[in-house]
C-alpha cells in the first residue's frame, strides 16, 4: 500500500571547533557531502527513475524554463525557480532625492530564499552527528588590502591578509597542499601558487589574488601543518572559508542563499 509519509532523508555532519569564538567547546557542524550534482546528473538521475521524459527532454525544457526566469527577474519579478524563491535588490546608498544609480557605489543583486515546501522538508531532514575533527587549518578572517574589505569583495592581482588557526601551508603532497579558490557555481579550483605567497605562519597568510573571473568564490586551505614545527601530519587536511567571496559584481547563475 502506498504510503503519504515522507521519504525520511538524513545528512552526516562532523564537528570541528569554532575559531570564531573564545569558548573551547563551542563546535560547527561541517556536512559530509556524498556527491556534486550538476543539472546534467539529475536530469539523468529523474530519466532513470519515475520520470517519464528522457534525460535530454528534462534538460531542454529546463533550459528553457530557466531563460523565462532569468528574463522576468531581471524585468522586475519576482520568480520562483528551483529550490528557491528570487527577486532582485539594489545594494549601496542614495543620496539625496535626486539620486541616481551609480555603478561605482552601487550594484544589482539577487536575493533568494527556499519555497515554502522545502522550508518544510527541511524540518524532516535528520542530522547524524559523527566524530569530532580536529587540527583542521581555520580561516576565521580574510582582508582584502587594496579596499579593506573583511571577509567580502575581493581583488584579484592585489593582496589578500588571512588570520586563522594551522594555517600555515607545508607538506609534501606535491600539488595537493596549498591555498584554492573554488568557484561556487561550477566548482572550478584556481590554485594559489607559492610563490606568491609572502607570509606564511601558522596564524597568518598573505598572498597575492590570482586573475579570477567576476564571480563567488570559495576559499580553501590544504595542509600538513598540525601545530607542532618540526612534525607534519601524517595526511593533508583541508577546509572551507565559510564566507562566499566575491569578485567584481559576482555574477553567477546559481543563487547563494544567505
Not at 525557480?81 to 539620486?99: E, R, T, Y
Not at 539577487?110 to 587540527?135: A, Q
Request: glycine share 8%.
Amino acid at each position: 500500500m502506498a504510503s503519504n509519509e515522507p521519504k525520511k532523508r538524513s545528512i552526516v555532519a562532523n564537528l570541528v571547533a569554532n575559531m570564531l569564538t573564545e569558548r573551547e567547546d563551542d563546535f560547527t557542524a561541517n556536512v559530509t557531502y556524498v556527491a556534486n550534482r550538476s543539472i546534467e546528473d539529475l536530469c539523468n538521475i529523474a530519466a532513470n527513475g519515475k520520470s517519464k521524459f528522457s534525460a535530454s527532454e528534462l534538460l531542454a525544457a529546463h533550459n528553457d524554463l530557466k531563460a523565462t526566469a532569468k528574463d522576468e527577474l531581471y524585468s522586475g519579478s519576482t520568480v520562483e525557480f528551483g529550490l528557491v524563491h528570487n527577486s532582485l535588490g539594489i545594494d549601496g546608498s542614495f543620496i539625496g532625492p535626486k539620486a541616481k544609480f551609480d555603478p561605482a557605489k552601487n550594484s544589482v543583486t539577487l536575493r533568494s530564499m527556499p519555497i515554502i515546501d522545502v522550508k518544510k522538508d527541511l524540518k524532516e531532514v535528520g542530522v547524524i552527528i559523527g566524530e569530532v575533527v580536529e587540527g583542521l587549518p581555520t580561516l576565521r578572517k580574510v582582508t582584502d588590502v587594496f579596499t579593506g574589505e573583511v571577509n567580502g569583495k575581493i581583488t584579484p592581482g592585489n593582496t589578500l591578509n588571512a588570520e586563522g588557526k594551522r594555517i600555515k601551508i607545508v607538506g609534501t603532497e606535491g600539488n595537493t597542499v596549498g591555498l584554492f579558490f573554488i568557484k561556487s557555481d561550477d566548482d572550478a579550483e584556481t590554485a594559489v601558487p607559492m610563490t606568491v605567497v609572502s607570509r606564511n605562519d601558522p596564524s597568518f597568510l598573505s598572498f597575492i589574488i590570482p586573475a579570477l573571473a567576476d564571480g563567488k568564490y570559495y576559499l580553501e586551505i590544504a595542509t600538513q601543518y598540525g601545530g607542532n614545527r618540526t612534525v607534519l601530519l601524517k595526511d593533508v587536511r583541508r577546509n572551507r572559508f565559510p564566507y562566499v567571496l566575491t569578485v567584481g559584481n559576482g555574477e553567477d547563475d546559481r543563487p547563494v542563499i544567505e
